[in-house]
């Protein structure tokens, strides 16, 4: 098997005398989507912050291809090819669709294509907006529109598209679909399956059951800051999920309803 893009050996995190994360081994393979799932507390969050340069571990350490990283911020991370998006988007509501792609990291030309000076590239800003939304199967018509005009599905496109601007290669979304309704959860879920379809890894934090099984192809599942679980989704639905997060076991026989042993399941 191939080297993993990202892989956690013995993470830790406590705060003051909280472990909120244990001793975590994870790989995360190119090209997978992969759910972190856990009830409230179990450490998805703690860990999910420390792979996207927003807190130190107090313990392990993380390999990119391979090779020692530490990210000293999302930026640091960012640069590295890992772009987190909160569930809150951290999106300018008043900037356009364009702007918000962009932020920080303006496109500038010379005019005339001299070098100097340098000046904002809108029209290029306003191409290249147009191009990751496509990508993304989410043309939107104008993209001097401002963030707030459009629905939360729409936004989460805005702030994937960012990811793409930087060429991220993992993606970390952190509970995505948990403010959205039917119709927007199914756009997001979209946008997963689209990412992924073009070679990007994703890293899935969610509560819906029924989300992971639709998007994911990997489940890793924590218990009191600990990886109970780590296995394909192959093979499980939605309620067997939902068990195995509860108890932090793998053992889906127990989930059998009584007066069926094991046995009959085989
Ligand atoms: N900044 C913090 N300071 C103190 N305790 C924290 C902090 N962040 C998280 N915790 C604690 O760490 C544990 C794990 O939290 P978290 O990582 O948010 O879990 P999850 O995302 O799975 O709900 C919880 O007990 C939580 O109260
Ligand atoms: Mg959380």
Redesign the pocket.
Same mark, same amino acid.
């Given at each position: 098997m191939s080297e993993p893009l990202l892989s956690l050996h013995g993470i830790g @995190?406590s705060?003051?005398a /909280?472990? #909120? /994360?244990r001793g975590v081994d994870l790989d995360i393979r190119a090209g997978e989507v992969l759910a972190l799932c856990? %009830?409230?507390? #179990?450490? @998805?969050?703690?860990? /999910?912050?420390i792979i996207a340069g927003a807190?130190p571990q107090t313990t392990g350490t993380l390999r990119l291809r391979g090779a020692a990283v530490t990210f000293h911020s999302p930026q640091d991370a960012l640069r590295h090819g890992i772009a987190t998006i909160y569930q809150d988007l951290a999106l300018a509501p008043r900037l356009s669709i364009a702007q918000n792609i962009f932020l920080g990291s303006e496109l500038t030309h010379g005019p005339f294509g001299l070098p100097f000076p340098r000046l904002l590239d809108k029209r290029g800003m306003m191409a290249a907006a147009r191009e990751f939304l496509q990508r993304l199967n989410l043309p939107l018509a104008d993209m001097a529109t401002p963030v707030e005009r459009l629905s939360g599905g729409q936004r989460q496109a805005v702030a994937i598209a960012r990811a793409l601007r930087w060429q991220a290669e993992l993606i970390i979304m %952190?509970e995505p679909t948990a403010a959205l309704g039917v119709k927007e959860t199914a756009e997001v879920l979209g946008l997963i399956r689209r990412l992924n379809a073009e070679g990007k890894t994703v890293l899935l934090?969610s509560h819906n059951m029924a989300d992971v099984c639709a998007v994911a192809t990997r489940v890793a599942i924590?218990k009191a800051?600990r990886k109970a679980v780590d296995r394909p989704i192959a093979g499980l639905d939605p309620d067997t999920l939902a068990h195995m997060v509860m108890t932090g076991q793998e053992n889906a026989g127990q989930h059998l309803p009584a007066g069926r042993g094991s046995m009959t399941a085989l």
């Open positions: @995190k705060y003051g /909280v472990e #909120a /994360v856990g %009830d409230n507390g #179990a450490g @998805k969050s703690s860990l /999910v912050k807190q %952190d934090v924590m800051g």
